[in-house]
């Protein structure tokens, strides 16, 4: 199965893939980096993991897969996270031994390049993403099996840092990295990673061979896909449940259900379209009680209401089977509540997030549909008998409007705050 926001990111994906694991024998991420963030609540502890899958949690495996672009000092501060928190890790974290590293020089190009855009900057998380994907694309990316041969490792570090440092110092006029000052600190790196990299494609196979149930764990949401998002801005990475099957290795065959995740709102953090944006009490709402602050750069998440028109483009992109719905506990006690139906744009109406220009985009005009709120606390409900009616309409107009059922309901930040409608895994 693949877990994929259906969204802008930041839907709730971290709680339920720690929820799914309990039942897969391995969760891999396979695209991304650490600008995602998952933050997990169990027994009232919060942790907020940026690169290992949230099934740490679990007894699963946790692979990162050849499409993560890994920035290793981030990984060796979570595995010492993990440890100070007795989780074991040992024989449990894989990572591919072709994920493109993250290097000090590929963060700064992101500053730099954002601050040369000024007020068109994409609102990016500053980790270096854009230009490490770059690099891999243009084929002078650094592997993370380079980092095992210092002779290789240090010549690819020179010549990739001395053409960093030529952009920031010429183009940007910005301070560059000495190549010299990180290379002996990154090849130490290497003796502590060494037993976590592994041929991840083989373990995947052989695992799925083996009719193990394996859980591939998407990061940032589909509206953020290079591709098919709300271009220039997006990630740099394709979001899309297809990227499961190149970032690790694994042809498309055998991928069958796609669970989609979407807040009962939306949300995005950094700039481009909204078209359901609100700025009144209502967005204050959603942002106050859904405590929309990103989990990466603790920036405010822009609030809206939920964009059906963007969801059917998110199941087309995705071949979403099934649905989790997260926070509508969020929506308790709002008088009225609207999703977005249709689009109208230029007189045209559309009941499918269109591919055109952002400028349209932004200009576009949601038609709504409104819903009767309900007075009544929805949060940490476990079944749907325990839902007010309204809650419960809202949630079967939802599975209407996008003829796709909706499986499981988060009513709260804990784990244990899940309605299961619907048993995806068998
Ligand atoms: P980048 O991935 O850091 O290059 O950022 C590009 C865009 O994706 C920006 O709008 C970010 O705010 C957004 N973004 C990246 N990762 C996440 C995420 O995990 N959740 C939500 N938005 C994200």
Redesign the pocket.
Known sequence: MIVV?AQ???EGKGKVIDLLTKQAEAVVRFQ??H???HTLVINGQKTVLHLIPSGIFNDAKCIIGNGVVLHIPTLLDEIKSLQTKNINIENKLLISSQCPLILPTHILL?EARENALGNKA??????G??PAYEDKVARRAIHLMDLLDPVIFKQKLRNLMSYHNFILENLYQTPSEDPEKIEDLWLSFADIIKPFIADTTDVINTMLVNKSNVLFEG???SM?DIDHGTYP?????NTVAGAASTGTGIGPGVFNKILGITKAYTT?????PFPTELNDENGKHLAEVGVEF????G?PRRCGWLDIVALRKAIINNSISHLCLTKLDVLDGLDKIHVAVEYEISGERYSTMPNINKDHLSRCKPIYKQFEGWQATTSGATSIGQLPEQAKQFISSIESLLSTKVALVSTGPDRKDIIVLDKIFN
């Open positions: 926001g802008w990111g930041d991304g980096g600008n995602a963030g992101d994409i609102g990016t998380t500053g980790r993403i854009g990061a940032q949401g953020l801005y997006v990630t740099s990475s995005r953090v950094g700039s481009g990103g989990a990466t750069t920036r």
